[in-house]
């Protein structure tokens, strides 16, 4: 490849580059030691190379650039190959040294190569990925020697790479990792021994940091065969971090395509680069910090420094800005923090800038407030960037507001909800339960319940709400008030002595932000509302069912108000939200939410927990709590280590912890301690929960390490959090309770112990736990498919587990470098298919190469091994979606591999009559009868005018139904086979035999075999033929029949159905039975189909050869595409 022109001081430094072949101008030389097989100077020199930094330039090939007389020379281009170098000397010999001999000043010369070769470069790099890259000319040298040691595809996009230490029990291996979207790959070469291997990030199962007295802090990467230890790095951290957003992007990718939330960037891997990386991680970490919409988009970070009033002075740290949003951190995290809408911003003006104040930048707000920001670098490119940005945005409300506008008064002034909703719930009160679902709340339920509570001691409470208050106001006049005003650690204490129920929901909708969501979409709920209410669906079904069961000891919940507005907030959210839908844990939320915040707020306050604040907690799998609870475990571990050493495994102690983290503790502490907590959580995110609980394992660390089982440690637990208090609840006795727990002390005691916990922490342990809980879940679900297959076939368990694996990895490699799409990932259209055998299915290019490994007889040409496949899939491919899963691959290999003779033949016979067998083999359309599925759907819906039968008729009506198809499928005959056919399977025949020991005494069986069949058919034929004109004399015509042993009609023969004169009924055919009788008589063929084939090493073989088979195959296709 061509280099950007190098000076190289000394020409042949330590005799190291033998010239090949030289001119006036330029030298071809070689790497000593290059292709000198065995000499000690090639391994010496190739030791060398790999210690060396890749910008020693190492390449076996270069040319150099001499001008005569001089003593510098300039290196312009270098290769792996001779091959490739020659072609850049011959075009430098034709096209440059001829004009070269003209110039009369020789540094004139050099100039002149230089810029060609610098334009020959630049033209190169065009649509390459070096184009993306920082410093281009060197990832282009270091690309090239990914794809000569590994022979990936050009699809696989190289992201980056590091030198580092590959360590192999106590040996070390200096050589390069090699970091790309889909795979981590090594190669080292020392002392003339290569070491190179990959592993598809798909595979990985645990990351880890190591350090042991053997070698340095190290990076273990753990996947389910083994782990491999790299040390040695010049930045570890960054490489750490770089491994475990690949694998973390990629597994999220490909496992779980459907389920967790990724950014547009990374679900084109062909964008990824590291600086993309760079900035997803820091997207990720701001969003985290600020509490942000998971659509933000990160624009610029700019250090700066913040004017802040209560302090009168300049607080430093860094300006986020973003779509919506100005964000500003203190240095240190959580000291000051400062959240500003562009939707309340009215201006941004640069100032004078003076020695004291240099580049500032005055944020005029609403509420006649203004914000300074000094120290601001590039601040003309920052200012215009936001004030572009703020006009978008200003324009986009004034056109929303003036279309809001004239859609209300073309609107009657009815009420925008004037139906009504059964429920299986009613009382004597049921007319006016149906009027109150009309309305939404404008007002909390607290305000209209609080005081019905029994044994509420109305003084005390009162008077300690006063001081609460007091203690707000002088702090919102001090620190601003609203969604801007400064958070500092001050409120975090304030936050921690519980929120004055008359501020409650203010502040919450003060620190989610949703304010600005609820600003921003006026009439958005009630449109909802009116759509959502009277639909029916599984998810209002289940919200029916859960409506009577959030919160029933409170009275605003033994109300028909409080339900109608709880049913009213869970079904718009529903609506508005189908992916989530609703989720068990999300009523009790929304209770809490209803009794503190108006019913529009509530809603927006539902948003923000379930789309920003626990992101992938409320899906299908709760994929984002669990991987909370590993993170929650390994805090454990880290904080409490006598806890941990007593309890070696955590599980016990996660189960109990994931109803704190789904309910933030709503469930299981009383319910005045438990608002508390979720005003920590509005203001402080997750951190505050995994603090608090953290806080009450420290707490409890003595009783839980002195438990002699699981079910003593839950008891503890359990009875702690019971008793755990707070200033606002009401006691019913003056005496104190013994083992009483102030809320507000063990929340300062969390934020004391566990304070420098921060959202940075907690989100790179996040992107490494997340790898742990996919991989579980992958691992549960295959073992759910190995479970559901194992009873249909005789296939081993390790051998079926290895054929899974087979299956999936196949499913993958068309997912890393094409030929596969969503359709082929999910398959989510088939019916009657359960998710674990829609999980991975593989299409008919995918299944030709899974055909190609796993087949027991390997044909004589690939041509005719292709049409076989083809057949196969269509006879697999029972539902005509064009998809297999893995269960009808297992049980065609079973069949293959572990069935009587008589299956196997069967099974042949089939490959060779429609559907497999086509009209013409490049047409995969079937023939004129197609065998229909047995599957059938379960239709929700019942046809009008049929009633509703018990769940459990349907149900043995159903299996009734199986048991009748099951019996009809059995007892129905195989169609009979006519002589084009029967040709067809003969070819096969002799394909199987192709390169056997005994080819030779197969192939005289086959053909004796052969010629009794077409006797055997001919008789038929002439039987039938002769039958036929028998009965022609006494009935009108021959009846048109189809092809089974009562009305042999064979379908179609060489051309297609019978023609003129003949009819179909005297074409020539013969049964499964006649061929299987027939083979039956010659032992040669009886004992090869007989002959048990070792599935174990076909599987072996097709693990080594899968990979790289598949990957020259696509990157071939995509070079000629």
């Not at 951190?329 to 309340?344: F, K, T, Y």
């Not at 065609?892 to 009209?919: F, G, S, V």
Request: glycine share 6%; with cysteine.
């Amino acid at each position: 490849m061509w280099l950007n022109p190098e000076e190289v001081l000394v020409k042949n430094a330590l005799k190291l580059w033998v010239t090949e072949k030289s001119n006036d101008f330029f030298l071809l030389q070689r790497r000593r030691g290059h292709g000198e097989a065995g000499r000690i100077t090639g391994l010496l020199v190739g030791a060398l190379d790999t210690v060396l930094d890749s910008n020693a330039r190492v390449t076996p090939f270069r040319i150099l650039l001499q001008v005569p007389g001089s003593q510098i020379s300039w290196v312009i281009a270098s290769g792996a190959a001779i091959e490739e170098v020659k072609k850049h000397w011959d075009w430098l010999v034709h096209n440059l040294l001829h004009s070269l001999s003209v110039f009369e000043n020789k540094e004139d010369v050099a100039s002149f190569v230089k810029g060609k070769v610098k334009g020959l470069i630049a033209e190169e790099s065009r649509g390459r990925q070096a184009a993306q890259e920082e410093e281009p000319e060197k990832f282009r040298e270091v690309l090239l020697k990914f794809e000569l040691h590994f022979g990936l595809p050009p699809a696989e996009k190289l992201v980056t790479h590091y030198s580092c230490c590959c360590w192999k029990g106590r040996v070390p291996r200096q050589g390069f990792l090699y970091l790309s979207i889909n795979h981590m790959a090594f190669y080292s070469f020392l002392l003339g021994k290569e070491v190179k291997f990959v592993i598809p990030w798909a595979e990985v199962t645990r990351l880890e940091r190591v350090s042991s007295g053997l070698m340095t802090e190290s990076i273990r990467v753990g996947t389910r065969r083994r782990q491999r230890d790299f040390s040695m790095f010049l930045n570890l951290d960054e490489a750490f971090g770089v491994i475990g957003q690949l694998a973390d992007i990629a597994l999220r990718r490909l496992l779980d395509s459907e389920g967790l939330e990724l950014d547009r960037v990374l679900q084109q891997p062909a964008r990824i680069t590291k600086r993309v990386l760079e900035e997803q991680a820091l997207r990720e970490y701001v969003l985290a910090l600020f509490l942000l919409p998971r659509g933000e988009r990160l624009h610029e970070a700019a250090s700066c420094s913040v004017w802040t009033p209560h302090a009168r002075s300049h607080a430093a740290g860094t300006l986020y800005t973003t779509d919506s949003y100005l964000c500003f951190s203190s240095r240190e995290e959580g000291h000051c923090i400062l959240l500003i809408p562009l939707s309340e911003v009215l201006s941004i003006e640069k100032a004078e800038s003076t020695s004291l104040l240099p580049n500032p930048v005055i944020v005029s707000v609403r509420g006649k407030k203004a914000f300074q920001l000094i120290e601001l670098q590039d601040r003309e490119e920052l200012v215009d960037s936001l004030n572009a940005r703020l006009r978008a945005l200003q324009w986009k409300h004034s056109m929303f507001r003036s279309k809001t506008h004239s859609k209300r008064t073309l609107s009657s002034p009815t009420p925008y909800y004037t139906f009504y909703y059964d429920t299986m719930y009613s009382d004597g009160d049921e007319v006016e339960e149906q009027v109150l679902r009309n309305t939404v709340n404008t007002e909390a339920l607290m305000t209209a319940f609080h005081h019905n509570q029994p044994g509420a001691d109305g003084n005390n409470s009162k008077s300690v709400e006063q001081v609460k208050e007091r203690l707000w106001e002088d702090h919102f006049s001090e620190f601003g008030r609203g969604v801007h005003m400064f958070r500092t650690e001050k409120i975090q204490r304030l936050v921690a002595m519980g929120i004055p129920e008359s501020l409650r929901g203010e502040l919450w909708m003060t620190f989610s932000d949703a304010c600005s969501e609820l600003a921003s979409h006026p009439g958005y709920y009630s449109g909802l509302v009116q759509k959502s209410m009277g639909q029916s669906s599984l998810a209002t079904e289940e919200i029916e069912r859960d409506l009577h069961r959030s919160l029933p000891d409170h009275p605003a919940f033994q109300n028909p108000t409080g339900i109608a507005a709880l049913r009213r907030v869970l079904t718009a959210y529903a609506h508005r939200n189908p992916k989530i839908g609703y989720c068990q844990s999300m009523n009790i939320l929304a209770s809490v939410l209803l009794l503190y915040a108006k019913e529009e707020e509530a809603f927006w306050l539902l948003v923000a927990v379930c789309e920003r604040m626990l992101p992938d907690y409320f899906n299908r799998r709760v994929i984002g709590a669990q991987v909370d609870q590993s993170v929650f475990e390994e805090l454990i571990r880290e904080r409490l280590p006598e806890l941990a050493e007593h309890f070696p495994d955590l599980s016990p102690l996660s189960s109990v912890s994931l109803s704190w983290f789904l309910t933030l503790f709503l469930s299981v502490l009383p319910f005045h301690s438990a608002v508390c907590v979720v005003d920590c959580f509005f203001f402080r995110g997750i951190r505050a929960i995994f603090q608090l609980g953290l806080a009450v394992l420290h707490a409890n660390a003595a009783p839980l390490c002195a438990s002699t089982d699981d079910g003593q440690a839950l008891m503890v637990l359990t009875g702690f959090l019971d008793q755990v208090g707070s200033d606002e609840e009401p006691s019913s006795s003056s005496a104190p309770t013994v083992g009483h727990t102030n809320i507000t002390e063990l929340i300062n005691e969390a934020y004391e112990k566990f304070g420098d916990l921060t959202v940075r922490q907690i989100e790179r342990l996040r992107c490494r736990h997340r790898i742990l809980v996919l991989q579980a879940h992958e691992d549960t679900t295959k073992e759910n498919a190995l479970r559901v297959v194992t009873p249909d076939v005789s296939i081993c368990p390790e051998d079926l587990a290895d054929v899974y694996d087979l299956f999936k990895t196949e499913h993958f490699i068309s997912l890393y470098w094409g030929g596969g799409g969503p359709a082929v990932a999910w398959g989510g259209g088939a019916s009657g298919r359960s998710y674990t055998e829609q999980q991975y299915r593989l299409d008919r290019p995918q299944f030709n190469s899974l055909y190609a490994l796993l087949a027991p007889w390997p044909g004589a040409s690939p041509q005719h091994t292709d049409t076989l496949s083809h057949r196969t899939f269509i006879l697999l491919d029972q539902d005509r979606d064009n998809l297999v899963c893995f269960r009808e691959v297992a049980c065609w290999l079973d069949t293959l591999y572990c069935e009587e003779l008589n299956e196997k033949i069967r099974l042949l016979y089939r490959l060779h009559i429609p559907p497999a067998l086509t009209e013409s083999e490049d047409d995969p359309s079937p023939m004129k009868s197609p065998l229909l599925s047995t599957t059938r759907p379960l239709y929700v819906d019942l046809p009008p005018g049929e009633e509703v039968k018990d769940y459990q008729e349907q149900l043995k009506q159903m299996l009734q139904d199986l048991v009748k198809e099951k019996e009809k499928d059995v007892e129905k005959p195989l169609p009979l086979m006519n002589q084009r056919e029967f040709i067809q399977f003969c070819k096969t025949l002799y394909s199987m035999f192709h390169g056997d020991p005994e080819e030779n005494e197969l192939f005289q069986a086959i053909a004796t075999v052969t010629s009794l069949v077409l006797q055997i058919g001919e008789a038929g034929h002439r039987g039938r033929r002769s039958g036929s004109e028998v009965s022609g004399r006494e009935e009108a015509g021959p009846a048109q029949g189809d092809r089974s042993p009562e009305s042999v009609s064979g379908g179609e023969g060489e051309g297609g159905g019978g023609g003129e004169g003949e009819s179909v009924e005297s074409e020539w055919t013969v049964s499964l039975a006649q061929i299987v009788a027939s083979l039956l008589t010659e032992q040669a063929l009886v004992n090869f189909l007989e002959k048990p084939v070792d599935l174990t090493a076909r599987i072996a073989a097709a693990k080594e050869k899968q990979y790289q088979q598949r990957a020259g195959l696509l990157g071939l296709q995509q070079g000629n595409s």
